[in-house]
């Protein structure tokens, strides 16, 4: 057996001395990686690069999902706006057009009070008259 040659108890420390699994040490071409070759060590590093990899898909899933709730808030607030604005120019008119019919209220109550008082001296002239 040659020294150079690995067998499956044979631990691949990454050149900075992490123990981060060297995946291209085990999986080559002509010789396929199978879970046995691996410590426990390994399968942890593994585990724990699997997980960040999903980790770092569920975060890019949340940001996504975020920049739609985000872009749905904007176009649901833009609706409001519009919609504000319409209702607050309605108010404005409608308040012209309650100022516009009390003004003619007024004027009716005016007219009725001044029709009273003529028909009230009408019927007092009357009255005058008839007591003589």
């Given at each position: 057996?040659?020294?150079?040659e690995e067998n499956e108890t044979t631990?691949?420390?990454?050149?900075?001395?992490?123990?981060?699994v060297d995946v291209d040490a085990y999986?080559?071409p002509t010789r396929r990686a199978a879970?046995?070759?691996?410590?426990?060590?390994?399968?942890?590093?593994?585990?724990?690069?699997?997980?960040?990899?999903?980790?770092?898909?569920?975060?890019?899933?949340?940001?996504?999902?975020?920049?739609?709730?985000?872009?749905?808030?904007?176009?649901?607030?833009?609706?409001?706006?519009?919609?504000?604005?319409?209702?607050?120019?309605?108010?404005?008119?409608?308040?012209?057009?309650?100022?516009?019919?009390?003004?003619?209220?007024?004027?009716?109550?005016?007219?009725?009070?001044?029709?009273?008082?003529?028909?009230?001296?009408?019927?007092?002239?009357?009255?005058?008259?008839?007591?003589?």
């Amino acid at each position: 057996m040659r020294a150079e040659e690995e067998n499956e108890t044979t631990h691949v420390v990454s050149p900075d001395g992490m123990n981060d699994v060297d995946v291209d040490a085990y999986d080559t071409p002509t010789r396929r990686a199978a879970i046995n070759q691996l410590n426990v060590d390994d399968l942890d590093a593994w585990l724990e690069q699997i997980r960040e990899r999903r980790l770092q898909k569920v975060k890019q899933l949340e940001a996504l999902a975020k920049v739609k709730s985000d872009e749905a808030m904007l176009v649901t607030w833009l609706k409001f706006e519009k919609t504000y604005k319409t209702a607050r120019r309605a108010l404005q008119r409608l308040d012209e057009q309650e100022k516009k019919t009390e003004a003619i209220l007024h004027k009716c109550r005016l007219l009725a009070m001044a029709a009273q008082l003529e028909v009230g001296q009408e019927e007092s002239e009357d009255a005058d008259e008839s007591v003589c």
